[in-house]
């Protein structure tokens, strides 16, 4: 496509033609011998043609430039069509010379209505326009970041947009209005809230399954801690009937002596009751039955904490207390043939919730009798050495060991190499999280003689 010259315009090249003819033309050449006046119209009809020359040359490049204009100007118009966020551009007055669609989509008008009114009209309450006016006004040439107002919707309603303003300068650097830019965050909220419930789901579900794996590995102890229930309730009730005894005895004394029986009678009576050997063991039973007592409660509070949703208070810990705890109800249910030996120091203070930590070293300890199942016996050493501000403590088992295959995905979660029906899959995955929760690392190797090795690294308590 060439471009037109105005009408009573000439080409550069036209002009210079006309004054090389009108030059020729009005001063003809003066007649000299030798063929001089044919020698001067030649040199005039090659200037004639260079001009032509130079004409097509200019109208080449003109053609072009004019190529490139469009092609830059429909890339610019695909951009601002293909925008998501709203482009105005408005003069010092504040009126709109320039939009893109997705203000006219937004407001529901046409981009030729838009022209020419004020960007304040879009704005649905008088404190946004309040906000916007001095910028749109030119009285400050200062920009606008993320500036949140009202526009007026297409169907009336109001609809919240963050805009920022950049002032539009001359060549001169001269304030010409505002180029104003602009994102709806009504979808941006949404997607914040939706992301938000989904978080809230996932926290939900997480506790959801450290819940059931607690409960898990619970149903698996529950012979364990049967009898570990049994040992000081036994010792409880066998003092009562003693008690109970002891009581009919020193009530036929009471009797006996309130009776105003003989002294000898009463001396007979002792003897024959035994009176002095029940009050004797009277300190012992009452002390052995609170014993029992607290041995009970004390193994109903660590179910309590253990099986409890996990909590996030952490508190001064005894880890050596936790062990023995977890060994004592994971031998009781595992096999005979399951034993432990421990190397630990006489107290192991961490900052940390018991009931978790309690869950991470029964998990460690179960899958170290549950590997070892094949074993004759079946070995787990526990042993414990400070590094720095750390304990570390080691589960070594005398099993078949991880497969290198596996270790990548040891503390992945739902994997497990046990049968179907034996194993949730959960449990190493959840004590890496409790761990991490709590400062520390839990890694798995393979020992140099053979069996897994777990490592527990928590920090210790502040002396």
Not at 49 to 78: G, M, P, R, T
Not at 399 to 427: N, R, S
Request: contains cysteine; aromatic residues 4%.
């Amino acid at each position: 496509m060439r471009r037109k010259t105005p009408a009573g315009e000439q080409p550069k090249g036209h002009a210079r033609a006309r004054r090389q003819v009108n030059r020729s033309t009005a001063e003809p050449p003066a007649e000299a011998p030798g063929g001089a006046a044919e020698h001067a119209w030649v040199e005039v009809i090659k200037k004639m043609d260079d001009v032509y020359h130079e004409l097509l040359d200019y109208e080449a490049a003109l053609e072009q430039k004019n190529a490139a204009l469009e092609e830059s100007q429909q890339f610019i118009h695909s951009v601002l069509k293909s925008m998501s966020d709203v482009l105005v551009v408005c003069n010092r007055a504040g009126m709109i010379e320039d939009l893109n669609p997705s203000l006219a989509e937004l407001t529901g008008c046409t981009q030729s209505e838009l022209r020419g009114h004020s960007f304040l009209e879009l704005l649905a309450d008088p404190q946004s326009r309040r906000r916007f006016e001095s910028h749109l006004m030119g009285h400050t040439g200062e920009p606008l970041a993320d500036c949140e107002v009202q526009l007026r919707g297409a169907a009336g309603q109001t609809v919240p947009v963050t805009l920022s303003c950049m002032p539009r300068l001359s060549s001169a650097r001269r304030p010409l209005g505002m180029v104003i830019t602009g994102r709806p965050v009504g979808e941006l909220r949404r997607a914040y809230s939706a992301l938000r419930q989904a978080h809230e789901d996932l926290k939900r579900t997480q506790q959801q399954l450290l819940l059931s794996e607690k409960m898990a590995s619970l149903g698996r102890l529950v012979a364990g801690v049967a009898h570990e229930l049994n040992n000081p309730i036994s010792f409880v009730l066998g003092n009562v009937v003693a008690l109970r005894k002891y009581l009919k005895r020193i009530q036929e004394y009471l009797a006996a002596m309130h009776g105003k029986a003989p002294v000898t009678s009463l001396a007979a009576t002792r003897e024959k009751l035994r009176i002095d050997r029940v009050m004797a063991d009277l300190p012992s039973l009452i002390d052995g039955t609170i014993e029992g007592a607290e041995r009970t409660r004390d193994i109903v509070d660590s179910l309590k904490r253990f099986s409890a949703p996990g909590a996030d208070e952490h508190e001064e810990v005894n880890l050596l207390a936790v062990i023995e705890r977890a060994v004592q109800w994971v031998t009781k249910a595992a096999a005979d043939t399951f034993v432990v030996s421990h190397q630990l120091p006489e107290s192991i203070r961490v900052i940390g919730n018991a009931g978790q930590l309690q869950q991470v070293v029964m998990n460690l300890v179960q899958n170290a009798a549950d590997a070892t199942a094949s074993a004759r016996p079946g070995l787990l050493r526990i042993h414990a050495r400070r590094s720095g501000a750390d304990i570390v403590v080691v589960f070594a088992d005398n099993g078949p060991g991880i497969a290198e295959a596996d270790m990548v995905k040891i503390f992945d979660p739902f994997f497990t190499t046990k049968p179907v029906g034996k194993g949730t899959g959960l449990g190493l995955s959840i004590s890496y999280g409790i761990v991490e929760h709590h400062g520390g690392h839990l890694s798995a190797a393979n020992g140099s003689d053979g069996g897994a090795v777990f490592t527990l690294r928590l920090p210790l308590a502040p002396d």
